[in-house]
């Protein structure tokens, strides 16, 4: 029995103020797949014509650019693969590119046969997983665009390369589905951020005032000077007048400190490193800065690594389309910076 499952991806709530300043929320927690565990697959769900990928395409394709190192990641892959990719003259690379950028994000990829008049093979075109589906028959294809166009595709004129899911042999499952959480975990925390700083109502400080001065004026006079100061950014300070209060005359009271507290930084590379797990591409090759001075090691050794673990099954699956096409239509040019000799 074929077994599949919907993606539920949740994304930020913005919403209106009494005082029509936006206040926002992230709403509660959630696994990434129904609403149960991430790996609870359901019964295979089909109309009768097409069978339902186990993930969310849209859901996939707003998680790829969730996440900075995530999408990083899978960029690095798709550019090295396309600039070792040797053109053909019926595949070219940017039709190769999009083929292995829709594997690297989807866990599955789909290339149509285009044939001439006398039935020979004109060109490979690329069909967009996120809207191409698998017949129930499994001998045809389906496109899928919208919810009022669906046109179907025989079967021996489509190549679909999937990554294996060990739950249902219909469709893949792209390998980083385990770090899904921790690319939104790092959304979240951004956007919180990015939202606290828009929000433009941070107090600075409070001025808390308890010695009753004889001079009305210098209360006014203190109110008026904190009111009128330019602080930085968003942040503002808030003056507390309360005469004959306790024996402490003037305290100030930090509260932009609070922001501190919310572990950003922390989040933010405990859930990169989660990303980078995931995808096992080497920091130095997507721009991660070192956070030691000793950096990363040698980029060279790094690529050489990176190709023979990862670039080379890639390549390899690749290249099952030349069983289906008759012919080598995909080869590739040795990984120059994992062919270079380190300096």
């Known amino acids: 029995m074929t077994e599949t499952t919907a993606v539920a991806i949740h994304e930020p709530e913005v919403i209106q103020g009494p005082s029509g300043t936006a206040a926002f929320t992230f709403g509660e927690p959630a696994p990434v797949l129904s609403q149960r565990e991430i790996f609870d697959y359901l019964e295979a769900m089909h109309n009768g014509k097409w069978y339902e990928p186990p993930l ?9 650019r969730a996440a900075v190192h995530h999408a990083s990641a899978i960029q690095v892959k798709r550019n090295i693969l396309r600039a070792c990719f040797i053109p053909h003259r019926q595949l070219s690379a940017e039709t190769f590119s999009a083929l292995m950028m829709d594997f690297l994000v989807f866990g599955y990829g789909f290339l149509r046969k285009r044939k001439n008049r006398l039935g020979g093979v004109l060109k490979y075109e690329h069909l967009p997983s996120k809207y191409t589906r698998v017949g129930v028959d499994l001998n045809s294809f389906w496109w899928v665009p919208n919810w009022s166009t669906e046109i179907e595709i025989p079967g021996d004129e489509v190549f679909q390369i999937k990554e294996y899911d060990i739950n249902q042999q219909v469709y893949g499952i792209p390998d980083y589905v385990a770090s899904m959480n921790s690319s939104l975990l790092n959304e979240s925390a951004t956007l919180f951020r990015r939202k606290y700083y828009e929000n ?3 107090a600075g400080y409070i001025l808390y005032l308890t010695d009753a001065l004889q001079n009305e004026g210098d209360v006014a006079a203190i109110r008026n000077a904190l009111k009128n100061a ?8 808030l003056f507390l007048y309360a005469p004959n209060g306790s024996k402490d005359g003037i305290r ?9 507290k919310d572990d950003f930084l922390s989040i933010k590379n405990v859930s990169r490193d989660d990303q980078l797990a995931a995808h096992r591409v080497p920091p130095q090759l997507m ?5 030691n001075t000793g950096g990363f090691g040698d980029a060279n050794k790094a690529a050489q690594v990176f ?3 990862e670039l080379e099954s890639l390549r390899a699956l690749a290249m099952y389309l030349n ?21």
Do not use: C
């Open 56 to 64: 969310s395409p849209s859901g996939l394709a707003k998680v790829y």
């Open 200 to 202: 433009g109502s941070h």
């Open 230 to 237: 330019k602080g930085p950014g968003n942040f503002r300070n």
């Open 252 to 260: 100030l009271i930090p509260v932009a400190e609070v922001a501190a």
């Open 287 to 291: 721009g991660v800065m070192p956070n």
């Open 307 to 309: 190709d023979a673990t």
């Open 323 to 343: 069983g289906w096409a008759g012919e080598a239509i995909v080869q590739f040019n040795p990984y120059a910076l994992a062919a270079a000799s380190p300096s």
